[in-house]
């Protein structure tokens, strides 16, 4: 296993279009968050799935997102009409379920996203 | 809810010596996790070092350690002998174990982060 994978790396779009990056969580983990960091700045929690059930979603993710995972595996966030203040760089983590093993979060290498 | 608050912005260390970061956090529960997190210049964050809040003993990883305080809600990070791989934004964090329905999230709330500089 080669930990958390994040596609595409980087991403420029135009305002108003839509967006759309996958996650591939480390397979044994079935915990998966979704992180937005701006520049110099920490991450900032988005959602949180167990397995395929979105459980919790952060006040910052508005109706103009949203994540899927479908049979629990990979995930996506999609953002719709992509505004300025939407470049940043979303991050994906994964960890194995509470009370099992290690509580530490893995992170991917993140998606850059940036709105012109 | 809980804040986690790193006041250096930026730390600059010469190569072998050694630093502390710091950071403090704001909580009213009792058990939950606090973990270092280093981001290299575009590189992926990765785990230094965790410590549990039950536990009185400081966590140690090789050259990284921490001075976990917990009546004041402090948990300082020490790099001893310091590499010049060591560059890179560290980042505190804090994980609740709280229970809410029987079901335990495990969102991580973050610092700004501190930039570290090694300098030759």
């Known amino acids: 296993d080669t930990g958390v994978s994040q596609n595409p790396r980087h991403k420029i779009t135009k305002r108003g279009q839509n967006v759309t990056f996958r996650c591939d969580p480390i397979?044994?983990?079935?915990?998966l968050y979704w992180y937005r960091q701006t520049l110099g700045q920490g991450p900032e929690f988005l959602t949180y799935?167990?397995?395929?059930?979105?459980?919790?979603k952060s006040r910052l993710l508005s109706d103009r997102f949203s994540a899927e995972r479908p049979k629990g595996s990979f995930s996506t966030l999609e953002i719709q009409r992509t505004e300025q203040g939407d470049s940043a760089m979303y991050l994906c983590a994964s960890s194995f379920p509470m009370g099992v093993l290690s509580p530490e979060q893995y992170f991917g290498p993140g998606t850059r996203l940036t709105v012109t | 809810a809980q804040t986690v608050t790193q006041s250096q912005p930026e730390m600059s260390v010469q190569e072998a010596e050694t630093v502390t970061l710091s950071c403090t956090y704001d909580t009213s529960e009792s058990d939950y996790y606090l973990f270092w997190y280093k981001q290299p210049p575009s590189r992926q964050m990765i785990l230094v070092i965790r410590?549990?809040?039950?536990?009185?003993q400081n966590a140690t990883e090789n050259r990284f350690s921490v001075n976990f305080q917990k009546a004041a809600k402090s948990f300082s990070l020490k790099i001893s002998d310091s590499q010049l791989g060591d560059a890179a934004m560290y980042f505190c964090a804090y994980r609740s174990e709280l229970v809410s329905g029987g079901t335990s999230y495990g969102k991580l709330t973050f610092g700004q982060g501190t930039i570290l500089t090694v300098h030759p």
């Open positions: 410590q549990e809040a039950y536990k009185q």
């Open positions: 397979s044994e983990h079935n915990r």
């Open positions: 799935f167990q397995n395929e059930a979105q459980l919790e």
